[in-house]
């Protein structure tokens, strides 16, 4: 095995392991939300949505991970400090479970 395969082979096992816990990527650009990965609750991405729409945030990222059994978020954007407690408080309403049964592939 060459090292450009086996390098290629341990980014694909990083990765892997880095979304293990990954619970849904959305994606929100020009006030349209997108689901990248996962699943997600059709109340949840809307409660989301309307928090980035009253942001008037035109390019934003919504990652929720599985931590300790709880769900967390990672933004990417330009979310102020009040706008990121509001997304942590409408996940927090939501445990793991809930979360990963909730619906399919959607955009909105």
Request: overall charge positive.
């Amino acid at each position: 095995m060459g090292p450009a395969v086996a390098l290629a082979a341990l980014a694909a096992i990083v990765r892997a392991l880095l979304r293990a816990n990954e619970l849904f990527v959305v994606r929100f650009r020009g006030g349209r939300a997108r689901l990248v990965r996962g699943r997600i609750p059709s109340r949840l991405l809307a409660d989301l949505t309307d928090v980035v729409r009253a942001s008037a945030i035109d390019d934003a990222e919504i990652r929720a991970v599985s931590e300790s059994k709880r769900p967390a978020i990672r933004t990417r954007g330009a979310f102020s400090a009040a706008d990121a407690q509001r997304l942590r408080n409408v996940v927090g309403l939501w445990t793991v479970a809930q979360i990963r049964a909730g619906g399919g592939r959607r955009s909105r």
